[in-house]
């Protein structure tokens, strides 16, 4: 058995968090191609992301008790073979109809790896253990948010936007191997109940009852959003509005990821010395901030390069931060429904980054500002809420 605190541990798991950017951010720049593929306006090609949010929020919801109830392993490997699967329909869809539905799909088959990886974690640690392997884990998985959009807009160029999912089923096969060959039961027991529906309810109500969650669970989840608000309006931003050609699309994307791996890292590094609320508090008070710079800048008619690229590359480091410190910190008081927690927490994190991507796209009018103001309200909630819920917290004893 791969041992806790291990090199090995991060290196297993890393790909398996990565399913989130893997299916978002690897066909980003094939928004355009694929509205005009099949000629749809470009508000249409972005459902295919808000239908993938939204299917995986509701995966979240089951799959961590499926966890509990079947071991890690075992929903890990299924939802491995069900992308696999999705991914290939993507690759075929013969309307764009056709492609939201198998990106809905998708949605249900990333859900396994990427959630209960977390789960996983929380297995073999503690709150201060579980935040340093997770923003290690972060660190190496921002690799790709960073690299997708290079090999997105490239195979876009040379293959066709189908290209992307064919990729997507690759990796998920390859993950599917790793999984079956590297990791093993990490569940410290199966509970048999845990798909009793007012068993799965009752979780949900004990975790939202918690004071946690309203200072961690819901600023880190409109932290993220805030970012799957970049993500939906990037291509058109970047592409259109800037001018930049798609091959290079990923330069400047990348430009901006590379901050959340590098933020993963920094917590990691910092909670052996500091408190984790600190750092998530510190994390959250940045994404306000950039967010609000980027939209200052956007409404004055700066709009260049580097008023785009500079202050989304301060949020993402942001998003670094507050990603592990936060899901560390809503895990901990829930040892005996880490599954369930982490699909709520999931979940809840999702369909904020759904509702945020539905908005870039409603609000779409040809110009940076409905993806600034989107990315600015979801860093100022975060401080909001988080401020005033540390000013009432009473934890349970």
Request: net charge positive; charged share 10%.
């Amino acid at each position: 058995m791969i041992r806790p605190n291990s090199a090995t541990l991060v290196m297993v798991l890393s790909p398996l968090v990565a399913f989130g950017p893997i299916s978002t951010d690897l066909y980003l720049p094939s928004l355009p191609a694929i509205a005009a593929a099949f000629d749809r306006p470009i508000g249409d090609a972005q459902l295919t992301l808000a239908a993938f949010l939204v299917g995986i929020a509701l995966a979240q919801l089951f799959g961590g008790a499926l966890g509990d109830r079947f071991g890690r392993r075992p929903v890990m490997l299924g939802g491995l073979l069900l992308y696999t699967a999705a991914s290939v329909g993507c690759a075929l869809a013969g309307s764009i109809e056709e492609l939201i539905v198998y990106r809905f799909v998708q949605a249900f088959g990333a859900c396994g790896p990427q959630v209960l990886s977390r789960a996983v974690v929380r297995d073999l640690h503690e709150r201060a253990d579980a935040t340093r392997m997770l923003g290690y884990v972060g660190a190496i998985m921002g690799v790709a948010p960073v690299l997708s959009p290079f090999l997105g807009g490239y195979f876009v160029v040379w293959f066709g936007w189908t290209a992307n999912f064919w990729f997507m089923g690759v990796y998920s096969a390859l993950a599917f191997v790793l999984v079956y060959v590297m990791i093993q039961e990490t569940a410290p027991t199966l509970a048999r109940d845990a798909l009793d529906l007012r068993l799965i309810l009752a979780a949900f109500a004990r975790v939202l009852r918690h004071p946690d969650s309203r200072t961690f669970g819901i600023p880190f989840c409109f932290v993220y959003s805030g970012m799957f608000a970049f993500f939906t309006g990037s291509s058109w931003v970047i592409i259109k509005v800037l001018g930049i050609s798609t091959e290079a699309f990923a330069f400047y994307f990348g430009a901006v990821i590379v901050g959340f791996p590098t933020g993963a890292f920094v917590a990691g590094r910092l909670s052996a010395r500091f408190a984790v609320e600190m750092i998530f508090s510190v994390g959250v008070a940045l994404a306000a901030g950039s967010g609000l710079v980027f939209l200052v800048l956007m409404a004055a008619g700066f709009v260049n390069a580097g008023t785009v690229v500079v202050p989304m590359l301060a949020y993402a480091i942001a998003v670094g931060l507050v990603n592990p410190s936060g899901i560390a910190s809503m895990l901990a008081p829930f040892p005996d429904i880490a599954g369930k927690t982490s699909a709520l927490l999931g979940a809840a994190q999702m369909a904020t980054s759904a509702a945020t991507s539905v908005f870039v796209g409603a609000l779409h009018d040809g110009t940076s500002l409905p993806t600034a103001a989107c990315v600015a309200g979801a860093g100022v909630g975060a401080l909001v809420i988080h401020v005033l819920a540390r000013r009432t917290r009473r934890v349970p004893a």
